[in-house]
């Protein structure tokens, strides 16, 4: 992967933001591709980043951005190029510059309070993200309408897997075959409830473009400030159902404290919606989302869809989390 010195990069602020003038350049990030640096002004603090997206992709996510900005969605303002641009292209990546938020991490993972309100944080950037129309040039993320296809397709994975793990045998292959049974189920039924659900109603009612989903909301993405929570790293946007994001952060908390803390559980999903609110069957095909042994499935990929010898601890982890969710979640779906 090529390199950018800060030199370059105090080179590319002169020729495409000539009229901020900075002081100081600070490497945040050094990742292959992406990469982040703050950069320091004599009044105020940036962030540059390039993103190891596709140009077509940085367009959207941008706009998307810009859109959110301007309807008061606290996320980072972009700051424009000298000919107007919200980003610019160098060697292939394209770049942008926001204004740099001052604010302390939210742990959602391992404090409850700052979970609570993490997701309050997130409801209001649902709500605002609402009407933002993609430019026609740009290349965008749209999971709308593909949740029953999706479920289908990896339960026939966590099938046809069995039918491997039967035949290879290895440590991690066993243990697959023991939880296999068990996890088809969950998924058949998952399957099932969703196509009784409000899903297609709720898809058809939203239209083409709806709510933008973050995708990989969490700590480290997402800053507490005196304004409210502000929102970063949306270089994953896609329209979708809000719960699916929700869905996540849930899970992720859950999985944090080893157990699915049911009286926290409630109080997440109730911070969540006193920002923006669930009806009684969207909040069903939020349960049903969770039902879906979407853990234990993304443990399983690793073995049979990337090739690795997979972890056979972490799938026994997967499986205890997915099975302790279940009375729970079949008590909430009656």
């Avoid at 926001?98 to 409850?112: A, C, R, V």
């Avoid at 993405?221 to 994001?245: E, H, S």
């Avoid at 996540?248 to 908390?253: A, H, N, P, S």
Wanted: glycine residues 6%; hydrophobic residues 35%.
């Amino acid at each position: 992967m090529d390199t950018i010195t800060i030199t370059q990069v105090k080179k590319l602020i002169e020729s495409y933001y000539p009229h901020i003038h900075i002081q100081q350049i600070t490497n945040i990030q050094d990742d292959p591709i992406k990469k982040i640096w703050k950069l320091h002004s004599d009044h105020q603090s940036f962030c540059l980043k390039r993103m190891k997206k596709a140009i077509p992709v940085v367009h959207y996510t941008t706009s998307a951005q810009h859109y959110l900005h301007e309807n008061g969605v606290l996320v980072a303002e972009i700051i424009p190029t000298i000919d107007g641009r919200l980003y610019f292209e160098h060697n292939g990546y394209g770049f942008a510059l926001y204004e740099w938020i001052e604010g302390s991490d939210l742990n959602m993972d391992t404090n409850h309070k700052h979970a609570c309100i993490g997701m309050q944080g997130l409801a209001q950037f649902h709500k605002g993200s609402l009407g933002f129309i993609p430019p026609s040039a740009s290349r965008i993320y749209d999971r709308m309408g593909v949740w029953p296809e999706h479920y289908v397709k990896m339960a026939d994975h966590l099938k046809r897997w069995k039918k491997t793990a039967s035949t290879t045998k290895t440590d991690f292959d066993k243990v697959y075959l023991k939880y296999a049974d068990e996890m088809i189920q969950m998924a058949d039924q998952a399957c099932q409830l969703l196509e009784k659900s409000c899903y297609k109603d709720w898809v058809k009612e939203i239209g083409q473009y709806g709510y933008l989903c973050h995708q990989d909301y969490g700590r480290g993405n997402a800053l507490d400030t005196k304004n409210g929570v502000y929102i970063l790293d949306l270089d994953n946007l896609a329209y979708d159902l809000p719960i699916r994001d929700v869905r996540k952060m849930l899970t992720e908390k859950m999985k944090t404290n080893k157990t699915w803390n049911w009286k926290q559980f409630e109080q997440l999903i109730s911070a969540y919606t006193s920002i923006l609110p669930l009806t009684d069957k969207q909040t069903h095909l939020l349960y049903i989302d969770l039902l879906y042994p979407h853990f234990y499935y993304s443990v399983a990929k690793y073995r049979f869809k990337k090739g690795t010898a997979g972890s056979v601890k972490k799938l026994a982890r997967a499986y205890r989390f997915e099975k302790e969710k279940l009375a729970g979640l079949q008590k909430l779906l009656t």
